[in-house]
């Protein structure tokens, strides 16, 4: 099964460079996934589906919110160098007044089922990604990999369960939107992506969706941008002579995507009349420090007045989440992590996956940093305890063998909006990974998870 389900992989195109050869696409392997579909309890799949266009709402209501985000981050640019730059570009932008009238946001909100001590499992949001979010061109594929190798383990009925499920086609929608607002047919979408570009195939699923309906799409770095990038007098942004409607970030989440320069063209994006996804107040409104804002009573309320039922369905899947501001509250909360470590985990300011500390480590990083400043562009999450199941996770040059697993489900969300009118709101599809338990963090890109289908029971 192993190997029917290897070579289905590579015919269906999941697929990644490799390490050793990152810029070449004449040496790929299969992108690492899961031997079976995981089971995932439907009713909270439901769920997580049902508040996506909630989450979407909240997000661009926050990007809107100047206050909002001044207050929440004020603790964090001080600390976090990083937060602080891109917090520095947002105040110039508005300051100078936003050319850009057309917004879009890709998102992809994270879950994963917490067991309770009576075995019922609930639905914990881990963070919604606001930047880059990744694999809804692979995991577009991967459905029909498990549906095969179901068939062939003579689970035809089963094969037969398994949901249809294209993130890639969702997310090109919302940028074929964007650019059809932004009204110029010349004009192309360009995706601004890393120096190494392993996932490259995960984004060419959506590029390939553009192109197939005849938008012109180009790829560009942040250093092209900085040699090649300018705008005009009315601010629209021209590249290498060509005029950009959208700009897809694949880039720019984490503090090594910048150097003076790259800051320098991320500026230039921003001053631009062009569609940007996100723009730096949506990539502000997915900070970590924002998430536990959220979770306080009364905030939710003020950023969504009006929206009782929304407000419901977003809280229901908060797990706890608590401040390391200085005071006495940041105080308790730290004395109390530091005392039982396994009940949390400590989250920096940062996208990507591998950046979360958990026991021991938690406790020394805590010990080490609970009467300074630094604490503060931290937050503290209760840690969320799934239900491990056994799947056979396959890797290029590892050996086949079955380990304990849990899985994290992510559910795309798209949404347009012209002017102050929301034009497109929706869930585009889910993402499923999978990981060994001994792995604590981590995601597909990280090289921990792996993709997977989801088996509704």
């Known amino acids: 099964a192993a190997a029917v389900a290897v070579d289905a992989a590579l015919l269906a195109g999941v697929l990644m460079r490799t390490g050793e050869q990152p810029h070449a696409s004449d040496v790929v392997n299969y992108a690492p996934f899961t031997l079976l579909p995981s089971a995932v309890p439907r009713a909270l799949f439901e769920q997580a589906y049902a508040v996506q266009q909630d989450f979407n709402l ?213 001053r631009s009349r062009a569609v940007k996804c996100p723009d730096i107040a949506t990539q502000l409104a997915g900070t970590k420090k924002v998430q536990q804002e ?58 990507g996956g591998g950046n979360n500390l958990y026991g021991e480590e938690l406790r020394q990083v805590l010990e080490k940093i609970k009467d300074s400043p630094e604490r503060t562009s931290y937050i503290l999450m209760d840690k969320i305890k799934p239900q491990p199941a056994l799947n056979y996770l396959l890797r290029a040059h590892s050996p086949l063998q079955v380990s304990q697993c849990i899985s994290e489900l992510g559910i795309f969300g798209v949404y347009v909006r012209q002017g102050q009118e929301l034009v497109l709101n929706q869930a585009a599809g889910h993402l499923l990974r999978t990981k060994a338990i001994e792995h604590a963090d981590g995601g597909v890109a990280a090289g921990v998870a792996v993709l997977d289908t989801p088996y509704l029971v």
């Open 58 to 270: 909240l997000v661009d209501a926050i990007s809107q919110n100047k206050e909002f985000l001044e207050q929440t981050l004020a603790s964090t640019v001080k600390v976090d160098d990083f937060t602080a730059q891109l917090f520095r570009i947002y105040m110039q932008v508005l300051e100078e007044g936003l050319a850009q009238t057309v917004f879009l946001g890709i998102n992809r909100s994270d879950y994963m089922f917490d067991c309770g001590l009576d075995g019922t499992a609930a639905l914990r949001q881990i963070e919604i990604n606001t930047i880059a979010a990744s694999f809804g061109g692979l995991t577009s594929r991967t459905a029909d990999v498990h549906g095969l190798v179901l068939k062939v383990l003579g689970k035809t009925e089963e094969a037969s369960h398994l949901l249809p499920n294209n993130p890639a086609k969702g997310l090109a929608s919302g940028i074929a939107k964007a650019w059809e607002l932004y009204g110029s047919q010349r004009a192309v979408v360009m995706f601004l992506v890393e120096e190494i570009q392993r996932n490259i195939f995960d984004q060419r699923c959506v590029e390939n969706e553009l192109w197939s309906r005849n938008i012109r799409v180009i790829r560009k770095r942040f250093r092209d941008v900085f040699e090649q990038g300018s705008l005009d007098a009315s601010r629209r942004l021209y590249m290498d002579g060509q005029e950009v409607a959208v700009v897809y970030y694949r880039e720019g989440y984490v503090p090594q995507n910048y150097d003076q320069q790259n800051w320098e063209a991320r500026l230039l994006l921003e």
């Open 294 to 351: 959220l979770s306080r009573p009364g905030t939710l309320e003020k950023l969504l007045p009006g929206r009782p039922e929304a407000i419901a369905r977003m809280r229901a899947t908060f797990a706890g989440l608590y401040s390391l501001d200085e005071g006495e509250e940041g105080d308790r909360i730290a004395a109390t992590a530091i005392a039982d470590p396994d009940r949390f985990v400590l989250k920096p300011q940062r996208e």
